[in-house]
Nanobody
Framework: QVQLVESGGGLVQAGGSLRLSCAAS????????MGWFRQYPGKEREFVAA????????YYTDSVKGRFTISRDNAKTTVYLQVNSLEPEDTAIYYC????????????????WGQGTQVTVSS
């Protein structure tokens, strides 16, 4: 069982930045692909970014490329999402996710979820 706890969300003006963090309880954290999803009201969660077990490969949805950066620190069992140049359209609940895999495949569903952290971008 893996527990994921997000932090770092908040209210920010358009053009601003936040750093989301996700602390994982997993003893074998490096065995997991880690990712971030987001959910708009009334919508399903959608993929934002993922990073392979060693941080060597990252994946992003097109709308955040060049603005968001996912990274991980296996020693701290933490994954980060640096979000820059925020837009009102980025307003959503952001969820940390863990995949029981070292490699990510597009469309793959997570095995574990965090509780979410709200990001609100004002115009």
């Amino acid at each position: 069982q893996v527990q994921l706890v997000e932090s770092g969300g908040g209210l920010v003006q358009a053009g601003g930045s936040l750093r989301l963090s996700c602390a994982a309880s997993a003893r074998t954290f490096s065995n997991y692909v880690m990712g971030w999803f987001r959910q708009y009201p009334g919508k399903e969660r959608e993929f934002v970014a993922a990073v392979t077990w060693n941080g060597g490969t990252t994946y992003y949805t097109d709308s955040v490329k060049g603005r968001f950066t996912i990274s991980r620190d296996n020693a701290k069992t933490t994954v980060y999402l640096q979000v820059n140049s925020l837009e009102p359209e980025d307003t959503a609940i952001y969820y940390c996710a863990a995949f029981i895999s070292r490699w990510y495949m597009s469309g793959q569903k997570p095995d574990y979820w965090g509780q979410g952290t709200q990001v609100t971008v004002s115009s």
